[in-house]
């Protein structure tokens, strides 16, 4: 099987610390993943964030399936190996003209993955655009030392604890529009950021958190999805597997990891020391 990256693009990946666009669901196809999310968010009181927030594949048997989609294993592979694991996942809407945004950050902030061979896989349920606030980054920041993140806990800012870092020169930072069905990949320390929707549609998309079963984690002994290959490392417990939309096991443990990853008490990558 020819590799989903050609080598220029591989090479773009380790020294620039992000690789996009790649074509994955088809039109037709994102828009019924939107459909169903928002049919779930009429079926509650408040944004979904609210009730899922930290790995949402586990919340819905669909996103899972999504997860193994051969076009984001295969992608995934040709960066880190045939053995993936997948750690978390996360939703990102923005809705029209409401103020939110999110700050340059490391995705690797609060993690504590050891080795830092980690992608962070971004994709689009609806077009993302400079308008809606589709992400940026910073060519090659993955390669900076770990920075230094303040905690604004800012309500419009998408991430858990606001964590900003500030006095950025922005010159040089790229933008990353996508299509619907489209995903883009960026390494876990990689800076980047995105603003505000200014339009009158939602922006809808997720995060995919992949790494190979070799890297651990420093905190404590966390859990993870085995999405392809096997486990010789055993540095995981394994999540559970939805049996159905919502399954109240997997419900538990969302709650659970939302609860862990928004704690205080968790010191950031760069003072960990």
Known sequence: MPNSL???QVEQFWNDGYVTPFDCL?????AECRRKLEEFEASVDGPIDEYIRIKCHLAFKWLEDI?????ILDAVEDLIGPDILLYLSTFWFKDAKDGKFVSWHQDSAYYGLDPHDVITLWLAFTDATPENGCMKVLPGSHKWPDQQHVETYDENNLLSRGQTIAGLNEDDAVLMPLKAGQFSMHHERQLHASGPNVTDDRRMGMSFTFMPTRVKCVLDRRSATLVRGTDEFKNWDYDPKPRHDLDPVCMETIQHWIRAYADPDVPQEAVRG
């Open 6 to 8: 050609t080598e220029a």
């Open 67 to 71: 997860a193994h989609h051969p076009k």
């Open 26 to 30: 088809t039109t037709d196809e994102a």
